[in-house]
């Protein structure tokens, strides 16, 4: 799903928007076969759990993990259904689309989000150790951010044991 929800105050989710395709310029897009129109997903967030983070450094990698988590699926999503023409889109309810969307979402948090967020921790606690010479901070940013991104993304809980994986892997991390 391309939705996510915590709580009123913490949801994430894509809108879909239809646009002339003499409009569009650096978007991802997703062209409709039978029209001069173009569809261009856009993230749409309100997650109050970022506001604990502290950091802006933090926040700003909290939002773009965030975002990637629903727009990278449904990009997938659509290469799938589109990519024998032949057969038509496959429906959402299709088990064979469902199973590839699963194993995408898995491989995506085991290896992509593994690796950009394990650089992102690091940039985040060389920011965070600059910061606390100059300034006192309640909580930790470094803390506050894995723990953030990790409850957004135990949301989906098909992939609970990447999750974990990478959960302790990003805590043994900062130690």
Known sequence: S??????????GTLTLERRDKNEVE??????????????IPSVVTAWSI?????????KEYFRIITGR??????????????R????????IYCKELRDELLQYRRKMIGKHFATYLTRAVAEIVKDFNQQHSHHSFDTNPVLEFIKAVMVVLELDQEVDTEVHVLKRSLFAQVG
């Open 2 to 11: 391309h939705f996510l929800f915590l709580d009123e105050y913490n949801f």
């Open 84 to 91: 024998d023409e032949h057969e038509g889109m496959m429906s």
């Open 50 to 58: 970022m506001n604990y983070i502290g950091s802006d450094m933090a």
């Open 26 to 39: 650096d978007e991802y897009w997703i062209e409709e076969e039978t029209s001069e129109t173009v569809v």
């Open 69 to 82: 988590f629903s727009r990278e699926v449904l990009k997938k999503q659509i290469e799938i259904q589109s």
